[in-house]
């Protein structure tokens, strides 16, 4: 059961933001006023996409935000199909996926939406993340724009690895990015679907580089823009030392160099891929981490087994195209550069 959504309705403002939640009831409560409080009504429309529920979240949003639109899922899609129904079911011009633990505290669309509407060749676009536990950092998922390296690790304007930095107004320029944020990402809605929106067999994470990829492939740039802030609570999920985490950040991360790059370049970077994993493997163990190695070991065997129903491949190879993409393993841990200004593009 639906709320009544006019899909395409001249009505509706351009922009429907999109809040995912399953059993989120508590985070619902705390930072769904400051997103309907800073939300322009007149650009966007707060919509709650509910993954089947039950701690009582949409009967408490039914009546405590009347406000704000529900779409009811009777069953537990998983974030990124969850998405991909959610937005067949709106049809906005622009979408934005908007983690339920986000907070605003400004007018923080009107500036993505402008951005947008001047440059039409910019698919997606985030604002800068901040840090809502560390007041004054940027956080951890995205922070301000997201990067690949040579070697597919991705890391961030404002985070390398592990290494958070404080926002000092540094990067408050708006730039072209390789991937935006799941925390806070504002995209094209038909470009999304034209791109086969989030991959459902990811699960979690890296999903929204995969999309990024895939978007950039049909033509089409990405950016962030610093003007718009957000205030993401992060951590919510899964701890960055526990192996389920270790498992489908090195699984997802094979699987989207198979499927993203082309029959010229694909197996030699793969193989560097396996090499690396080789490497943080053997540390594991000889660290005693026996669930994180062994979490290493299923990732490249599902890997082996998911990757063959990827079957069509492109012939550009985005990861390759620069020969300044950086080697961010020896940058990070061989020349302690450990900021994004200091790491040579």
């Not at 676009?125 to 597919?152: N, T, W």
Request: proline fraction near 5%; include cysteine.
């Amino acid at each position: 059961m639906t709320s009544p959504i006019h899909k395409n309705s001249s009505a509706n403002p351009p922009v429907a933001v999109i809040i995912l939640n399953w059993n989120g009831k508590d985070l619902i409560k705390r930072f769904l006023p400051s997103v309907i409080e800073h939300t322009p009504a007149s650009i966007g429309r707060v919509i709650v996409a509910d993954n089947g529920s039950s701690d009582g979240s949409v009967e408490m949003l039914r009546t405590e935000f009347p406000q704000v639109e529900v779409i009811e899922f009777s069953d537990n899609h998983g974030f990124a199909q969850g998405y991909n129904l959610a937005i067949k079911e709106t049809g906005y011009r622009y979408t934005v996926l908007l983690n339920s633990d986000v907070e605003v505290r400004a007018d923080w669309l009107t500036p993505l939406y402008e951005y947008m509407q001047s440059h039409p060749k910019v698919a997606a676009v985030q604002p800068k993340i901040m840090s809502l536990q560390q007041e004054g950092y940027f956080e951890y998922a995205g922070a301000c724009g997201g990067f690949i390296d040579r070697h597919g690790y991705p890391y961030c304007r404002g985070r390398i690895f592990t290494t958070i930095e404080r926002d000092n107004g540094q990067y408050n320029d708006p730039i072209s990015i390789f991937w935006a944020s799941g925390a806070a990402f504002m995209v094209r809605t038909d470009v999304y679907e034209q791109a086969g929106g989030l991959d459902p067999q990811f699960f979690a994470h890296m999903e929204e580089i995969d999309l990024c990829w895939r978007i950039q492939l049909l033509g089409y740039s990405l950016a962030v823009v610093p003007q718009a802030s957000v205030y993401h609570l992060g951590g919510g999920s899964l701890p960055a030392s526990n192996p389920r985490k270790t498992y489908l950040n090195f699984r997802n991360s094979l699987l989207m160099l198979h499927k993203n790059l082309p029959d010229s370049s694909r197996n030699s970077t793969l193989l560097k891929r396996r090499l690396l994993d080789t490497i943080a493997w053997i540390k594991f163990m000889l660290t005693g981490n026996w669930g994180n190695a062994n979490a290493i070991l299923r990732a490249h065997r599902d890997f082996r087994h998911m990757r063959r129903t990827y079957t069509t491949h492109p012939t550009t190879d985005l990861l390759h195209t620069t020969h300044t993409r950086p080697n961010i393993l020896t940058q990070y841990y061989l020349w302690r550069h450990n900021t994004y200004s200091a790491i040579s593009h």
